[in-house]
C-alpha cells in the first residue's frame, strides 16, 4: 500500500466519533479562461514566478540572451494592477553573474523576498553557482543579493511555514532539505533520497502541517516523485507521478484538491514540450495533464496564485517565436 493509500487509511480511522467521513473532493478537469504575452523586450525572456502582494500582481522572470550557457541572465520584476497592464518595477543584476529562476515569497515580516540562482561561467562552462536573495518593502526598492547556501548548491524554491522558510537545495550530491529562520542563513534539516538525477523541487504544506513536495527527475524513468513528511520532515516517503515534469510546481487548495504545472515533455523530446495545468491524485500522487496552456517548445516553469476562485499562471514559452512572458487564468473544476 503506498504512502497516500495509507494517510487516507489513517483519515478514516481517526475519524473518531463522526458520523460520516467526507471523502476529498473529485477536481473536474481545469480550463482556460483567458490568456497571452505579457513581456518579451528580452532576446529570451524565462523561468518565471508569479504572486500577489499589498494589493498588486509581482511576476518576475529571467531576461537573456539564450537559455543557458551565459553571464549576463537579469531578473525583471513587472507589477501591475490588474494583471492586463504591467510596467516594469525592477532590474536585478549582478556583474559577470547568471541570474536565473527567481522565485519570489512573502517573509513574516511582510517583505517581498526574491530567490534566484547564480551561475559564473567562463568559455560557455559553469565554473560555479551559489543562490542569491533580495528583500523588498514594495517589490520596486531591493536590497542587495546576497549569496545564500553553499557554494554548489541551487535552492530552486523557498515556501513559508511557522515562520520558517523550507526549500530543496540540489546540486552533484543530490537534494536536501534546508531550513532558515530569515530566508539567509539556511541549515540542513536531512538529505533526501531520491535517486535518478534529483534537481528542481517545490515544497507545499498541508492544513495539519505535514510538507509535500513535487520533485523533477532527469535519469532513469525521468518521472517526477511526490514526497510528504511530517514535522520534523526528516523522514520522507515518496511515489512517481506518472510523468515527468520539467519546472514543477503544485498547489494545495482548500477543498483537498492539488493542481500540478509544469514542462510537459512529448516524445521525451524538449523540443516539443509543452506547459500543462492538471490534476493531482490525492490518493496515488498521479497527475493528469487536463490543460495545455498555449505553448511549445522551450516553454514552462510556472508560477501559480490561486485568486477569487480561479488559478492564475505565470509561464514562458517560444510557440509565438521570441521567447515572452505569459498569462493565463484558469477556472478550476469542483
Not at 516524445?267 to 496552456?293: C, E, H, Y
Request: proline share 6%; with cysteine; glycine share 12%.
Amino acid at each position: 500500500m503506498n504512502l497516500f493509500k495509507i494517510l487516507a487509511l489513517v483519515g478514516l480511522l481517526t475519524a473518531g466519533c463522526q458520523s460520516r467521513v467526507h471523502p476529498p473532493v473529485v477536481l473536474a478537469p481545469p480550463t482556460l479562461i483567458a490568456g497571452g504575452k505579457i513581456w518579451d523586450a528580452a532576446p529570451h525572456n524565462a523561468f518565471t514566478d508569479l504572486i500577489r502582494y499589498r494589493g498588486k500582481w509581482f511576476c518576475t522572470f529571467r531576461e537573456s540572451d539564450g537559455h543557458v550557457g551565459r553571464g549576463d541572465g537579469k531578473i525583471r520584476l513587472l507589477v501591475s494592477s490588474d494583471g492586463t497592464r504591467w510596467e516594469s518595477a525592477a532590474l536585478l543584476t549582478e556583474s559577470g553573474v547568471d541570474l536565473r529562476d527567481p522565485k519570489l515569497s512573502i517573509t513574516p515580516d511582510q517583505r517581498l523576498m526574491l530567490l534566484a540562482g547564480g551561475s559564473v561561467y567562463a568559455g560557455g562552462k559553469l565554473r560555479g553557482r551559489q543562490p542569491r536573495v533580495a528583500f523588498s518593502p514594495d517589490g520596486r526598492q531591493w536590497t542587495s543579493l546576497q549569496r545564500v547556501a553553499a557554494e554548489g548548491d541551487w535552492l530552486w524554491r523557498v515556501t513559508w511555514h511557522q515562520g520558517q522558510a523550507y526549500g530543496i537545495a540540489y546540486s552533484d550530491n543530490g537534494i536536501k532539505l534546508l531550513v532558515s529562520g530569515n530566508g539567509r542563513d539556511y541549515r540542513l534539516v536531512t538529505n533526501l533520497a531520491v535517486p535518478g538525477q534529483p534537481n528542481e523541487a517545490t515544497l507545499r504544506f498541508l492544513p495539519n502541517g505535514d510538507c509535500g513536495a513535487l520533485v523533477r527527475r532527469d535519469a532513469g524513468d525521468k518521472q517526477a516523485w511526490v514526497g510528504r513528511s511530517s514535522a520534523p520532515y526528516r523522514d520522507w516517503h515518496w511515489v512517481p507521478v506518472g510523468m515527468q515534469i520539467g519546472g514543477p510546481n503544485f498547489l494545495i487548495l482548500d477543498h483537498d484538491g492539488m493542481l500540478a504545472s509544469g514542462r510537459q515533455y512529448r516524445n521525451d523530446k524538449w523540443a516539443d514540450s509543452k506547459t500543462f495545468v492538471g490534476r493531482m491524485d490525492p490518493v496515488t500522487g498521479a497527475v493528469q495533464p487536463d490543460l495545455i496552456l498555449p505553448s511549445g517548445g522551450d516553454c514552462s516553469y510556472p508560477g501559480m496564485v490561486i485568486y477569487r476562485g480561479e488559478l492564475w499562471v505565470s509561464y514562458y514559452s517560444s510557440h509565438e517565436g521570441r521567447t515572452g512572458i505569459y498569462l493565463a487564468r484558469v477556472k478550476l473544476g469542483k
